[in-house]
């Protein structure tokens, strides 16, 4: 009885904190939970225009793009689902492998009757969204890929040999009970040594993403995105097999992190890329260097219209 009482209280506070939304997305935004891909994503849906999606990637959800949200909002369509398995989207069994979450995007496109797009995305975001821009090619505009590889693309191998990223292969049942009740302290690794300054991705916004990974299954679904890379590997060289994207690319590093290797990495994948690099920034750009990302986001997506 007392540990079902205890269950249930910790069930309240991660719904409270979730709810508490960090950084406001504008109040003319609209939530949907869409179903796609037999599943259901959580997705934003702000102001209008030219559609642009923005996609998220691990240690947060679609709450990191609201200052980006604001910004393009006054002249985009800005569509910002949770991937599955995060943030406030269903948590499905499988289907992590990243062409599978591009075909759940692309469920969310069809129900809102949208065609083009431009593609802004982060981290795991980058590879769910390479994944959609291969096989639907004809349908991005422009992409905007910041701060993390892409599995099997260029210099993966020499990026899987980097020691910060020993998660990539850290999962399964006994990992799980190891974080089960302490996401917080597995998270603030993350936020802490990948950024250039840690005070940068503030305490609210620490508790705020702590709790939506606490849910039940949401730590599962999280060590998931990694265990698919093996299979991404396979898809992504599918995918290059074919011809290298030709929309134009953004690649953003930040200068404390990916910085210019974003760069060479999609240099590999597509054959009009232009390098970004965001000044003072680890990985969390959005969180440590909005201002500069918002901007260099900005200016991109103006310059092919």
């Known amino acids: 009885m007392l540990r079902i009482l205890a269950t249930s209280l910790i069930a309240l506070l991660s719904a409270s904190l979730a709810e508490a939304k960090v950084v406001q997305f504008p109040p003319t935004c609209k939530v949907q939970d869409i179903p796609t891909n037999a599943t259901s994503l959580h997705v934003r ?6 559609a642009v999606v923005l996609l998220h990637g691990y240690g947060e959800t679609g709450d ?7 910004d393009l909002a006054r002249d985009h369509t800005v569509i910002v689902p949770d991937l599955r398995g995060m943030g406030l989207s269903a948590l499905p069994v499988g289907g992590y492998d990243k062409k599978t979450q591009g075909q759940d995007v692309a469920g969310v496109l069809d129900a809102l009757k949208v065609g083009q797009i431009d ?17 639907h090619r004809d349908q991005v505009k422009a992409f905007v890929l910041m701060d993390a590889p892409l599995p099997g693309v260029g210099p993966w191998d020499e990026i899987l040999k980097n020691p910060l990223l020993w998660h990539f292969r850290f999962g399964g049942p006994d990992m799980e009970r190891l974080v089960a009740g302490r996401e917080r302290i597995y998270l603030d690794r993350f936020w802490n040594e990948f950024s250039a300054d840690p005070a940068k991705f503030d305490e609210e916004s620490r508790q705020h993403y702590a709790a939506l990974y606490a849910r039940p299954g949401a730590m599962h679904a999280g060590f998931e995105q990694f265990k698919a890379f093996d299979q991404d590997v396979k898809d992504d060289q599918a995918f290059l097999a074919t011809g290298k994207l030709t929309m134009p690319v953004l690649a ?9 290797m974003m760069a060479v990495v999609m240099r590999a994948a597509a054959t009009n ?17 909005p201002g500069q990302t918002v901007s260099m986001v900005r200016t991109f997506l103006d310059a092919q219209k």
């Open 45 to 50: 849906i702000c102001g209008s225009g030219p």
């Open 64 to 70: 990191m793009w609201a200052p980006l949200a604001a």
């Open 119 to 135: 593609l802004v995305t982060h981290d795991i975001g980058n590879m769910v969204g390479f994944a959609f821009a291969a096989e």
């Open 252 to 260: 953003v590093g930040g200068d404390h992190s990916f910085g210019p």
């Open 273 to 289: 890329v232009k390098e970004g690099v965001v000044r003072d920034a680890g990985h969390w750009l959005m969180e440590e260097q």
